[in-house]
């Protein structure tokens, strides 16, 4: 029977390409935003972050975009490799939120990327 | 390279056994975070500790699952009795909250999941 769970987002390139993942966030208040990636059978690592004092954060080969008017945050990676394919992640949090809300993070369902050579 | 670390990587057990999840988070991070992740639900986060005591463990059943943090190099994760259900890999996280010009939350780093498996 069909299997019934989270469906992803899909987004598939050729090697060399650049690719773009989206993410909408929630919460207007929140201040600090991370992309992460997940390989198989790992946990999520971290890529970049950024601060809504921000709009754009450039790291090795990726670039975050934060557009708080709308509150959509972007990862652009450069040069898309095999190695790249993974789910990837958003997760966004208030800096300043106080009590048992300090320091959690809210995350994104995630984007599968699939990188063809 | 300071990482966090997770013991054991897999564990599979039969339904009413007891389950312990092991952590060591990365040496001066003083909060650590257990997430649960499945295909139907995504990450989902169970507990919360900073400084080693629990501050949110809403996500998590109350009566079979529960965290502690014995000291500042290891938290624990144990679910009695185990059901089917707890099926999952069970992430731990750690980072470093500081508090300068007021709070200021910086980046959990994941350990790489202990895959549990309730038959």
């Known amino acids: 029977g069909e299997s019934v769970g989270l469906h992803l987002p899909t987004l598939s390139v050729q090697e060399g390409d650049n690719s773009i993942i989206n993410c909408a966030y929630s919460?207007?208040?929140?201040?600090?935003f991370i992309w992460y990636k997940q390989e198989s059978g790992k946990g999520p690592q971290f890529i970049i972050d950024i601060r809504s004092n921000m709009d754009k954060r450039q790291g090795q080969r990726v670039t975050v975009l934060l557009n708080k008017t709308v509150k959509h945050l972007s990862l652009q990676i450069a040069a898309t490799q095999p190695g790249d394919s993974a789910v990837y992640f958003c997760?966004?949090?208030?800096?300043?939120?106080?009590?048992?809300?300090?320091?959690?993070?809210?995350f994104g369902q995630g984007t599968i990327l699939t990188v063809h050579p | 390279d300071a990482r966090v670390t997770q013991t054991p990587r897999h564990k599979v057990t039969e339904m009413g056994q007891e389950v312990t999840m092991r952590c060591q988070p990365i040496?001066?991070?003083?909060?650590v975070f257990w997430y649960r992740q499945t295909m139907m639900q995504g990450l989902e986060l169970l507990a919360y500790?900073?400084?080693?005591?629990?501050?949110?463990d809403s996500g998590m059943p109350k009566d079979r699952f529960s965290a502690e943090m014995p000291d500042a190099t290891l938290a624990t994760l144990k679910i009695q009795p185990s059901e089917p259900r707890d099926s999952a890999v069970y992430f731990c996280?750690?980072?470093?909250?500081?508090?300068?010009?007021?709070?200021?939350?910086?980046?959990?780093?994941f350990g790489p999941g202990t895959r549990l498996t309730v038959l």
């Open positions: 996280a750690s980072g470093l909250v500081r508090q300068d010009r007021g709070l200021y939350t910086d980046t959990q780093y």
């Open positions: 919460n207007s208040a929140s201040d600090y």
């Open positions: 040496l001066g991070h003083n909060t």
């Open positions: 500790f900073r400084n080693r005591a629990p501050l949110d």
């Open positions: 997760a966004e949090t208030r800096s300043n939120a106080g009590g048992t809300s300090y320091g959690k993070l809210t």
